[in-house]
């Protein structure tokens, strides 16, 4: 069946860059989607990328995409206090509602 | 643009009440869908609405049921309240078609005692 996997957590100094991976299953996605989620507050659409990159840089955020491997990543540079967070992947297998990740928890320690 | 709005905020009920918890996006989205989120388990799907007049179950539609009145509202109800749906539940909106990106609201926090 369909599964994102995440790591559940991830620590990072202030200044230093967060790398938060994903391994999804539908090789048919045609998108692939970061979220983050602050404290309270809903899911909000962070980044995407189309699935024929390789690659989709926008300021801060990195997205890395291997379709062989079905790996997704997320690179944050200079992460920040404020980037403390949960970060959902979420793939779209096709016609049905997308398949989010558990989530990885973001901790900045300052 | 408000997005995506839900009523109430925040609500307590006792085990056997009903509700119903509202849902609106004002951008003229076609896709609807209803999430609760529990620690450690993520997002699960409770049900969902392709277009309007159309509704279909998720992961865990028991003890729900959905009714998309327009174009812009989705509400979900609980008949009889049990204490396993304390949760946080959110409405997200999607613009095309079902697979295609999501927009949430910013939650219900829902207490059954």
């Known amino acids: 069946g369909e599964d994102v996997e995440q790591s559940l957590f991830l620590s990072v100094r202030e200044g230093d860059s967060s790398v938060i991976n994903c391994t999804y299953t539908?090789?048919?996605?045609?998108?692939l989607y970061w979220y983050k989620q602050e404290p309270g507050a809903g899911l909000q659409l962070l980044t995407y990328?189309?699935?024929?990159?390789d690659m989709k840089q926008d300021q801060r955020l990195t997205v890395l995409l291997n379709k062989k491997d079905k790996h997704l990543s997320l690179r944050i540079a200079d992460t920040q206090t404020g980037d403390s967070a949960i970060y959902f992947c979420?793939?779209?297998?096709?016609?049905?509602?997308?398949?989010f990740g558990k989530g990885t928890r973001l901790s900045v320690i300052a | 643009n408000a997005g995506v709005t839900q009523t109430p905020k925040f609500q307590v009920l006792k085990t056997g009440q009903s509700m119903t918890l509202q849902c609106a996006q004002d951008?003229?989205?076609?896709?609807m869908y209803w999430y609760r989120q529990d620690p450690g388990m993520g997002l699960r799907l409770i049900y969902y609405?392709?277009?309007?007049?159309?509704?279909d179950k998720g992961e865990v539609p028991n003890g729900y049921n959905v009714s998309r009145l327009n174009k812009r509202e989705f509400s979900l109800r609980l008949e009889s309240a049990a204490p396993s749906q304390t949760s946080v539940y959110f409405c997200?909106?999607?613009?095309?078609?079902?697979?295609?990106?999501?927009?949430f609201g910013p939650g219900t926090r829902l207490t059954v005692t």
């Open positions: 997200a909106s999607s613009p095309f078609w079902i697979g295609s990106e999501q927009y």
């Open positions: 539908d090789s048919s996605s045609t998108y």
């Open positions: 990328i189309f699935s024929n990159m």
């Open positions: 979420a793939e779209n297998p096709g016609n049905t509602p997308l398949v």
């Open positions: 951008m003229n989205h076609n896709s």
């Open positions: 609405s392709a277009s309007e007049g159309t509704t």
